[in-house]
């Protein structure tokens, strides 16, 4: 399939041929989502920690009597049925919540995002994006001259030039990550992507 390609002016200069199997595949709804829960959980820490009944501090003492008081039967404080008391299954810090994705499944599930967002006119292919000097201006006034300027941004390069990551810090709905660096959440969160020409024929190349 072919591509349009335009400048950082925003005109049409050429097309790329692309691959089929990468953006012109069927959507999948149910393996994107998979991709991007796993995605998700395997960036999650286990650092929640709960403490057990033997954990807590509090007397272990019988509070009254088994009989006689007309209250409820009671053995300690540290019940988890009392205010203060302890969790019955706690949560620990080395809690594992990875999933495992086939590699096979994750490279489908890319290419099934890729091939929506140029069903949904959401991908633009740039010839080549640099800036002169480290300046949000220049490339504020790039994003506006390829009609980029309203909505989220991702930028999707070969490799990051430094004077584009600096000038992309402060612009709050830009993220500029690498081709190596794509993940299905970014894809899937920003209403519009940007790719370099150069990025594509790497990430052709990661996918294949």
């Known amino acids: 399939m072919e591509l349009k390609v335009i400048n ?11 691959s089929d199997d990468l953006f012109g595949r069927e959507y999948n709804e149910a393996l994107i989502h998979q991709v ?14 709960q403490k057990g009944r033997s954990e807590i501090a509090k ?7 088994q009989k006689g008081t007309g209250r409820a039967r009671a053995g300690m404080a540290s019940s988890p049925l009392w ?19 086939n590699r096979k499944m994750y490279r489908a599930g890319l290419a099934s995002i890729f091939s929506q967002l140029v069903r949904e006119n959401r991908l633009t292919v ?8 480290p300046k949000t201006k220049l490339l504020a006034q790039k ?16 490799s990051i030039d430094e004077n584009l990551y600096l000038s992309s810090r402060n612009l709050p709905n830009v993220l500029v990550l690498e081709a190596h660096q794509a993940d299905p959440v970014s894809l899937v969160r920003f209403p519009k992507v940007l790719v370099t020409r150069d990025a ?6 990661i996918l294949a």
């Open 59 to 65: 007397s272990t003492r019988k509070p009254w009597a």
């Open 83 to 101: 205010r203060g008391g302890g969790k019955i299954f706690p949560n620990s810090p080395d809690e594992n919540f990875s999933q495992k994705v």
């Open 36 to 49: 991007v829960i796993a995605y998700q959980a395997n960036a999650r820490s286990g650092n929640s920690k």
């Open 126 to 133: 740039v010839d080549n994006l640099t800036l002169a000097e």
């Open 143 to 158: 994003m506006k001259g390829m009609g980029l300027d309203s909505g989220r941004v991702l930028i999707i390069t070969d």
């Open 200 to 205: 594509m024929s790497k990430i052709e190349e």
């Open 8 to 18: 950082d002016k925003g005109q049409s200069t050429a097309s790329i041929s692309a």
